[in-house]
Each structure stands twice: as structure tokens, then as C-alpha cells.
């Protein structure tokens, strides 16, 4: 009995070394040393500053900024359009990474077309020629999807130039250079990370 015991003890102790401290340790250290950046949150700056990270979405209603999806991420708030007036408590406007969540409505939900009948109608003047892309009126799972549509961006490029006193082409070049494809060449779609765009669009402003 003693031994068994004493043995059982022995392995609760070995394990916790091993699970608990080497293990993590080794990963952490493995991690730091191949993709730093990834390790320690895909962190953005501008200047030296951190702003955000490009794994997570951020709101913008400026309209020198290109504007990111809407989010219902804050359970007790309800999904604002894109562009509309910032509500005086930031979580209300959903991008709560404490509380990722999607609006969990059917299709056939009221509130949900209401909503994006909102969304629909706070965009259309950005570009009235073009039909609003669904990804700048409907939420993502997580409301914290950092990326839009290539057509998301495009249907916001005027709007941009004109805050920005750029020509169209000249964003379109910013747009395009942040653009990402494919992974591996046929994983998921084309798409652009509104932080990393934004921040772009900043630096070439100080630049002139």
C-alpha cells in the first residue's frame, strides 16, 4: 500500500514537471523562436504604439477609414451599421473581444432584416452606383472577423478618396497591395484586413 502510494505520488509529481513546466516551456520557447510575431498576438503599431492586432477587428466610423463589418460582438447590444454614429459606450458597438458572438437570428428573423436593411441604407451613399456588399451588412460568427471582401473595399474606395483628397487609383493601389489571396492558393477567399489597410492609408498620408 505504502509504495503503491508513494508511486502514485512519484508520477503525480513527474507529470506535473513534465505537462505543467517543461512542456509549456519548451513550446513557448519553440514559438518565440520560429514566429515571434504570431506567439505574441500579431501586434500592429503605429509608430510606437500598439494599435490593435490583425487577428481582431476594430471599429472605424471616420470616413477617411475604410469601415470593417458590423459586429454583434456584446450580447446585450444590438448590431450597429458600419457607418453609423459610435454609441457613448464602446462595448455597445459590438467588437468586445471579451464576448465574441454572431447575432444567432434566422434569416427570417425580423430584427435581422431590419438590421440589415439598416446597414444597407447607412452604406448606399458611400457608392449609390453599387450594390452594398453583404459582408459590410451582416455579422460574422465571432463579430470579430479583421477582414473585409475585396468588393467590400472597392464599394468604399470613393468614399475614402474623397475624405482622404486622393485619387480613387491611388487608394485602389493601397487596397491592392493589402490584399490578400488564397492560402496555400485554394484555401478560403481573397480578403483585406481593415487595421492593417487603415494603418497603411495613415503612413502614406505622413509620407506626402
Same mark, same amino acid.
Given at each position: =500500500?505504502?509504495? #503503491? !502510494? &508513494?508511486?502514485?505520488?512519484? =508520477?503525480?509529481?513527474? =507529470?506535473?514537471?513534465?505537462?505543467?513546466?517543461?512542456?509549456?516551456?519548451?513550446?513557448?520557447?519553440?514559438?518565440?523562436?520560429?514566429?515571434?510575431?504570431?506567439?505574441?498576438?500579431?501586434?500592429?503599431?503605429?509608430?510606437?504604439?500598439?494599435?490593435?492586432? /490583425?487577428?481582431?477587428?476594430?471599429?472605424? /466610423?471616420?470616413?477617411?477609414?475604410?469601415?470593417?463589418?458590423? /459586429?454583434?460582438?456584446?450580447? #446585450?447590444?444590438?448590431?450597429?451599421?458600419?457607418?453609423?454614429?459610435?454609441?457613448?459606450?464602446?462595448? $455597445?458597438?459590438?467588437?468586445?473581444?471579451?464576448?465574441?458572438?454572431?447575432?444567432?437570428?434566422?434569416? /427570417?428573423?425580423?430584427? !435581422?432584416? %431590419?438590421?440589415?436593411?439598416?446597414?444597407?441604407?447607412?452604406?448606399?451613399?458611400?457608392?449609390?452606383?453599387? *450594390?452594398?456588399?453583404?459582408? !459590410?451588412?451582416?455579422?460574422?460568427?465571432?463579430?470579430?472577423?479583421?477582414?473585409?471582401?475585396?468588393?467590400?473595399?472597392?464599394?468604399?474606395?470613393?468614399?475614402?478618396?474623397?475624405? &482622404?483628397?486622393?485619387?480613387?487609383? $491611388?487608394? &485602389? $493601389?493601397?487596397?491592392?497591395?493589402?490584399?490578400?489571396? &488564397?492560402?496555400?492558393?485554394?484555401?478560403?477567399?481573397?480578403?483585406?484586413?481593415? !487595421?492593417?489597410?487603415?494603418?497603411?492609408? %495613415? #503612413? *502614406?498620408?505622413?509620407?506626402?
Amino acid at each position: =500500500m505504502g509504495s #503503491a !502510494l &508513494r508511486m502514485a505520488i512519484g =508520477m503525480i509529481l513527474v =507529470m506535473t514537471v513534465l505537462t505543467g513546466i517543461a512542456y509549456p516551456l519548451a513550446i513557448t520557447g519553440i514559438a518565440q523562436a520560429i514566429f515571434p510575431d504570431h506567439a505574441n498576438g500579431s501586434l500592429l503599431k503605429h509608430g510606437d504604439a500598439v494599435v490593435g492586432s /490583425s487577428l481582431i477587428g476594430q471599429y472605424f /466610423s471616420k470616413p477617411e477609414y475604410f469601415h470593417p463589418r458590423p /459586429s454583434a460582438a456584446n450580447a #446585450a447590444a444590438p448590431m450597429p451599421a458600419p457607418g453609423a454614429v459610435p454609441a457613448p459606450v464602446a462595448p $455597445q458597438n459590438g467588437y468586445d473581444p471579451t464576448n465574441t458572438a454572431g447575432t444567432n437570428l434566422a434569416p /427570417s428573423s425580423k430584427k !435581422l432584416v %431590419d438590421a440589415v436593411t439598416a446597414a444597407v441604407r447607412a452604406n448606399q451613399p458611400d457608392n449609390p452606383g453599387m *450594390a452594398v456588399p453583404g459582408d !459590410l451588412v451582416t455579422s460574422s460568427a465571432s463579430g470579430l472577423d479583421p477582414h473585409i471582401t475585396p468588393a467590400a473595399a472597392e464599394f468604399q474606395v470613393p468614399r475614402v478618396a474623397k475624405a &482622404r483628397g486622393m485619387t480613387e487609383d $491611388q487608394v &485602389r $493601389q493601397i487596397v491592392a497591395q493589402h490584399t490578400e489571396g &488564397r492560402t496555400l492558393g485554394f484555401l478560403g477567399e481573397p480578403r483585406v484586413n481593415v !487595421l492593417e489597410l487603415n494603418l497603411a492609408l %495613415d #503612413a *502614406a498620408a505622413a509620407a506626402k
